[in-house]
């Protein structure tokens, strides 16, 4: 069996950080009152990782790019029905393709709607006064009745599908989020790219994650 390198650093640091900041969000959205005012920091943090995944799937290591991920059904349909173990896909297998683009969908509806949502007490979205009053009522249902338990529903799958994998499959999917590789028969690695993941890698992450904050906080100041 050989290493190799599948997750960059960016993608693994890009990963702990959105969960970190997720959970932070749930926490501080629940806690309400002054609270919120990390509510609003964390969103503006998932915003710009949002972002930098976005284009890191364009220009980051082989494995994260948006080509590797397996969404043909086909794909899917087989991947499901197939009693053969030994498939195992080196990136995101095909249900968690899926899963992974229904999470950052569903982040970035609810970045947006918090956006433009009114609690009509005390917090409203910095872009509400570019909305009608219609669109925020809509927002704001969305964001703190619909979405927020889409995401829920869909992390706890997420988590679900990762302890089946280890216990049901004996695959850990956990250790390659923290150290990068994964291994695989010496023999396959020699058809599979490795992600590059060096120090001018990292700063190209840098670059981008800078770039996308640039934004979000271009996007939030937007005066009337
Ligand atoms: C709020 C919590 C979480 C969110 C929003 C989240 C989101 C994501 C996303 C977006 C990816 C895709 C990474 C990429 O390609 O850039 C991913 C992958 C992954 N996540 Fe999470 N995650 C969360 C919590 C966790 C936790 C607690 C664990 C560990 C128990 C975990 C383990 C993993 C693993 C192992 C992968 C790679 C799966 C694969 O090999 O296909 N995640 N997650």
């Not at 950080?17 to 997720?22: E, F, G, Q």
């Not at 195992?88 to 918090?114: E, K």
């Not at 909305?131 to 338990?149: N, Q």
Request: net charge positive.
């Amino acid at each position: 069996m050989t290493q190799i390198r599948i997750w960059d650093l960016p993608t693994r640091i890009f990963h702990w950080a959105l969960a970190l900041s997720v959970i932070g969000l749930v926490i501080t959205g629940n806690v309400g009152g002054n609270a919120m005012v990390w509510h609003f920091r964390l969103g503006y943090c998932v915003g710009s990782l949002l972002i930098f995944r976005f284009v890191w799937g364009f220009v980051g290591g082989f494995w994260s790019l948006w080509r590797q991920f397996a969404l043909s059904p086909l794909t899917l349909k087989s991947y499901l029905f197939s009693k053969d173990p030994s498939v195992n896909y080196l990136g995101h297998n095909p249900t968690g393709s899926w899963s992974v683009l229904a999470i950052l969908f569903f982040l970035t509806a609810q970045v947006g709607s918090g956006l433009i949502s009114d609690d009509e007490i005390a917090n409203a979205g910095p872009l509400t006064h570019l909305v009608s009053e219609k669109t925020i009522l809509s927002a704001t249902y969305w964001h703190t009745e619909v979405g927020k338990l889409v995401i829920l529903i869909l992390v706890l799958v997420h988590i679900l599908a990762i302890a089946w994998y280890f216990y049901r499959k004996k695959i850990n999917l956990v250790k390659p989020m923290l150290t990068g590789d994964k291994s695989t028969p010496s023999e396959a690695a020699l058809n599979e790219p490795a992600s590059l993941d060096r120090p001018i890698d990292w700063l190209k992450a840098l670059v981008v994650i800078a770039i996308s904050a640039y934004v979000i906080y271009r996007l939030v100041n937007l005066g009337p």
